[in-house]
């Protein structure tokens, strides 16, 4: 199975700052990687897929990087939205799995 | 407009069985791989089941192996995901949703709780 290891766990930022948020999977799982976002009580949102597509209406300061086991989302600058819990998913093989997601406080 | 709406979910027993439904409409089903992720309250997401776009092939988390499957009727639009044997650990929030490819598409959830 690919494990999905995201890091930071948790960390605080301010509107206006540059966050990046990495995910790296334990083997080689090309660019099938998407990226999530989660406000509390609210349904999961999908940002990015095929780790730097940018889905439609998804704002542009959202960017993904990265192919292999390594990959990135950046926040180029951070708005009062934008703080929620972030997730990762690989969907190079079966079982698909999440990262343990990473939460973006003020 | 797209929507998915998911029923089905409710208090059962541990050991019991459940079916829950994923209502489909404003796309596709028959040209769309779908898939479950459920997600206890306060936790992470959790990849349970998916089904490929034709029916033929289909997925699971190995803590829901032999206990679930996951179905489609492309005619009805709908999803299921048919689970017995239920366990406390199942409790959570299930989602019927689209994880991959250029549209992003949920439905609202339906609440699962396995207790006694």
């Known amino acids: 199975d690919v494990q999905m290891t995201q890091s930071p766990s948790a960390m605080s930022a301010s509107v206006g700052d540059r966050v990046t948020i990495t995910c790296r999977a334990s083997q080689d799982i090309r660019n099938y990687l998407a990226w999530f976002q989660q406000k509390p009580g609210k349904v999961p949102r999908r940002l990015i897929y095929?780790?730097?597509s940018l889905l439609s209406g998804v704002p542009s300061r959202f960017s993904g990087s990265g192919s292999g086991t390594e990959f990135t989302l950046t926040i180029s600058s951070l708005q009062p939205e934008d703080f929620a819990t972030y997730y990762c998913l690989q969907h190079k093989s079966y079982p698909i799995t999440f990262g343990q997601g990473t939460r973006l406080e003020i | 407009e797209v929507q998915l709406v998911e029923s089905g979910g409710g208090l059962v027993q541990p050991g019991g069985s459940l079916r829950l439904s994923c209502a489909v409409s404003g796309f596709t089903l028959s040209s769309n791989a779908l898939s479950w992720v459920r997600q206890t309250p306060g936790k992470g997401l959790e990849w349970v089941s998916s089904?490929?776009?034709?029916?033929?092939?289909?997925y699971y988390a190995d803590s829901v192996k032999g206990r679930f499957t996951i179905s489609r009727d492309n005619f009805k639009n709908s999803l299921y995901l048919q689970m017995n044997s239920l366990r406390a650990e199942d409790t959570a929030v299930y989602y019927c949703?689209?994880?991959?490819?250029?549209?992003?598409?949920w439905g609202h959830g339906t609440l699962l709780t396995v207790s006694s």
């Open positions: 089904i490929s776009a034709s029916g033929d092939n289909t």
């Open positions: 095929d780790a730097s």
């Open positions: 949703a689209k994880l991959v490819g250029a549209y992003d598409y």
